[in-house]
């Protein structure tokens, strides 16, 4: 959609919460489909990470790269469906559940073969058009309820 500013001079009028949103489902999409390399592409070299159980942030596309291989290992069927996306400024909140199987070692549990579900609520920040620093609140306490051995399935 356009906006006519003078005569004959048109704008684009996608604001950058909808541009920095589009990043993130494309990201998420990237991730799911196991194309590691481009989601990657897609931080700051010095991206931020903050998670549950870590007292200071993590620093590095490195470390976003060995959390998220490590997911995938563990569930290789991932499937991340964003439930609610909302961004105002340079900020986007999304609303996640992530389902697979699984299927590799996660958290020192050997595969189980169980299907598992669960959510995250994760707040991010956009710099220019690429992720810089995300917030990540996953409800690792039903997933490994999920995989532990004594959910016995």
């Not at 500013?5 to 909808?18: H, K």
């Not at 490195?62 to 499937?79: C, I, N, S």
Request: no cysteine; hydrophobic share 40%.
């Amino acid at each position: 959609m356009a906006r006519r500013t003078a005569p004959g001079e048109d704008i684009e009028m996608t604001s950058s919460p909808e541009k920095n949103m589009t990043l993130l489902r494309t990201a998420y999409r990237a991730v799911e489909s196991g194309d590691l390399d481009s989601a990657e592409r897609m931080l700051t070299e010095d991206f931020i990470a903050h998670v549950p159980g870590s007292p200071v942030p993590l620093v590095g596309r490195d470390v976003w790269r060995l959390g998220t291989q490590a997911m995938k290992e563990a569930f290789p069927d991932l499937r991340i469906d964003v439930r609610d996306i909302f961004g105002v400024g340079d900020k986007v909140t999304v609303l996640v559940h992530f389902e697979g199987t699984h299927q590799g070692a996660f958290q020192q549990i050997e595969p189980t073969g169980r299907r598992v579900g669960f959510g995250s609520i994760e707040v991010y920040r956009i710099q220019g058009d690429k992720i810089a620093e995300e917030w990540v609140a996953p409800d690792m306490i039903s997933l490994m309820g999920q995989i532990s051995p004594a959910a016995g399935h």
